[in-house]
């Protein structure tokens, strides 16, 4: 099956919550590759790669989050599958 690679980008109180450390751990879980860091303006930006099914999964994670969360949006952009990632990962 050919992966699928999305960018997303979470508005809403997603930073200071433990939400990329809770990213980590549920793409971890669900199988999913890629990364996940905080953005200069409160929003936190994640390029995920999976099986379509996967990804959707991640994402419906995504627009809820960790349990101290307020998300009130995701984006969600396809991006073509380059190099694939191997891990999941924060970046700074």
């Excluded at 980590?24 to 879980?29: G, I, T």
Aim: one cysteine or more; aromatic letters at 6%.
């Amino acid at each position: 099956m050919t992966p699928r690679r999305v960018h997303l980008r979470i508005t809403g109180l997603v930073q200071g919550v433990s939400y990329r450390a809770s990213a980590v751990d549920q793409a971890r879980r669900l199988g999913v590759h890629g990364w996940v860091r905080n953005l200069p303006g409160g929003e936190v930006e994640a390029m995920a790669e999976a099986a379509p099914e996967t990804i959707d999964r991640f994402v419906a994670w995504c627009m809820k989050g960790p349990p101290e969360a307020q998300v009130e949006g995701v984006a969600v952009t396809d991006a073509p599958v380059d190099v694939p990632f191997t891990t999941f990962e924060v970046r700074r």
